[in-house]
């Protein structure tokens, strides 16, 4: 069984130099909160099923 989780943010990045920061940085941002989500789910699937057993 798997779960499937999307998010989704939207915002206009300034142009020049902090808009091309801002687009990195974002995009990492992104990974990481992706990374972060899916263990937190790991764990409370982790604790659900360890209460039904």
Known sequence: M???VRTTFT????GGV???L???MGSLGAKAVSKAIA???E???R???SRSG
């Open 22 to 24: 801002a687009k990195v």
């Open 43 to 45: 764990d409370v699937a």
């Open 47 to 49: 604790a659900v099923e």
């Open 39 to 41: 263990k937190d789910l």
């Open 11 to 14: 915002a206009v990045a300034s």
């Open 18 to 20: 902090a808009g091309l």
């Open 2 to 4: 798997a779960t499937t």
